[in-house]
């Protein structure tokens, strides 16, 4: 740490602190990358992230490593793969000894401060999050009551989850567990981080529980989206073709078997209020940004920890490596980032790290961690930063995709799968099997194996080797 604080007072030289831009890192829960309207969704209204599509720089092949919450946010903060990091699944504390986003610019001399969801261990506090408002986690088991969503069915996911500050008190006034308004409280915290922010520059980092189940129908959009107009996802199913390794999951078990058209219109319908009710509070805060004179002098980041199936591939959760699932919205603007630009580079979650270093011109950890800058995609000096990306869902699945292609692995049932996603986007054609594509089978299968063995991945160096 102190070769950190040498080189920030070293850079800070030649610009004060005060002239840094700030950061919001707005992070949503479970969003599909194909939920924005200014994206190609021509039914779902995104106002506010569509504004964000105009006027700034869309990475539209982006995607997580690990399609679960803990692992995938813990990408996020320390920039590294969860190999690195060590959180491979729930409840699995991050290294100490891996720097993370809020350390890092909180030694760079930010405000750091955290609003939402946290689903890793410890608190914000403890990474080095100078401050919390409106932190929602675990803890008020004892204020719980049984729960209905949308659709009558019981509550599963969040029970117990309640609003409370860095001190440990709890806001039970403000609901326990989801409520159809909880997106409005974050955007409530926000905006009063915002307001108040001084002559520092901020690091804000704001996680959305939406659009994760249970979903609510939020106040002014209940009857907004009508499920007999709902499109089915191209590649819905009735089922899934074989145990892809969550079956009997949580996620799973919100639908039923087999899955209907009438139930996954009904489901994608309530999906879209609660995004879209998300996308109004992010305009509040937007527009509180705007308000206090800083919009200009902001990097601001939006994107989701993950995606989900909502009936695609016959499947309702994440834990996937399909792109409806590893795929992930990422849009950027402010200051050092191109205007109505698309991206097709691919990307990680734990490149936003890296980049957000270079954007706001601080030193960023280098090889301590995995992700890489995208900088040099934004400024044009290359279009790519990854020849391939590679997913990962406990034992049970392995991936490595290219530009045009992806391979997956199911070690547990011994299953692959071959997609050649330029020609056949919705992964509907398996053609793992088909002799003219065996040599790229092939490659890719070697490719992928390598890069899981030097990671020490025990499916392929042996039970004995470290996950």
């Not at 567990?177 to 997106?183: K, N, R």
């Not at 007999?228 to 078990?253: C, S, V, Y």
């Not at 034992?395 to 199911?410: A, P, S, V």
Request: with cysteine; net charge negative.
């Amino acid at each position: 740490m102190r070769s950190l604080l040498l080189f920030c007072s070293f850079v800070f030289c030649s610009q004060t602190l005060a002239e840094r831009p700030n950061v919001l890192l707005l992070i949503s829960d479970d969003q599909r990358p194909d939920t924005i309207a200014a994206l190609g969704n021509d039914l779902i209204q995104t106002p506010n992230l569509d504004r964000f599509v105009r006027e700034g720089s869309v990475f539209t092949r982006a995607i997580c490593s690990n399609p679960i919450c803990t692992p995938s946010r813990a990408e996020i903060l320390t920039g590294s793969s969860g190999f690195r990091c060590g959180v491979m699944d729930f409840g699995k504390p991050i290294d100490s000894a891996i720097p993370t986003m809020s350390k890092w610019f909180s030694a760079a001399g930010y405000s750091t401060s955290y609003v939402g969801k946290w689903h890793n261990d410890g608190k914000p506090i403890d990474r080095g999050y100078k401050f919390t408002r409106g932190l929602y986690c675990g803890g008020g088991g004892k204020f719980a009551k049984p729960q209905v969503d949308f659709a009558g069915r019981p509550v599963t996911g969040y029970r117990g989850w309640i609003f409370q500050d860095d001190q440990g008190n709890l806001f039970p006034e403000k609901g326990v567990g989801l409520t159809p308004e909880i997106s409005r409280h974050f955007a409530d915290a926000a905006i009063e981080i915002i307001q108040f922010s001084g002559e520092k520059p901020f690091f804000l980092h704001v996680n959305f529980t939406s659009p994760h189940d249970p979903l609510m129908l939020p106040p002014g959009w209940e009857t907004k989206y009508d499920p007999d107009t709902m499109e089915l996802p191209a590649n819905f199913l009735p089922e899934h073709l074989f145990d892809h390794g969550n079956f009997d999951g949580r996620d799973e078990k919100l639908f039923l078997w087999p899955r209907t058209p009438q139930e996954t219109r009904r489901e994608i319908a309530a999906y879209y209020a609660v995004i879209s009710y998300m996308d109004e509070q992010i305009g509040r805060v937007m527009a509180a940004l705007n308000a206090s004179g800083k919009a200009d002098n902001t990097v601001v980041i939006f994107s989701s920890d993950h995606g989900l199936s909502v009936g695609s591939h016959g499947l309702r959760g994440k834990q996937t490596m399909y792109e409806h699932t590893i795929g992930i919205p990422m849009l950027m603007q402010g200051p050092g980032i191109p205007k109505s630009m698309c991206f097709d580079a691919q990307c990680y979650l734990r490149d936003l790290f890296p980049t957000l270093c270079d954007l706001v011109g601080i030193d960023g950890p280098g090889k301590q961690i995995d992700g890489l800058s995208l900088k040099p995609i934004l400024d044009g000096r290359t279009e790519r930063v990854h020849d391939f990306v590679v997913g990962y869902f406990r034992n049970f699945q392995r991936m490595i995709r290219t530009d045009e292609w992806k391979y997956i692995e199911y070690p547990a049932v011994d299953r692959q799968q071959l997609f050649h996603l330029k020609q056949d986007p919705d992964e509907r054609t398996n053609l793992i099997s088909v002799e003219a594509h065996s040599a790229t089978r092939d490659q890719l299968k070697t490719q992928m194996r390598n890069w899981f063995r030097n990671q020490g991945d025990s499916v392929y160096v042996g039970a004995d080797a470290e996950q």
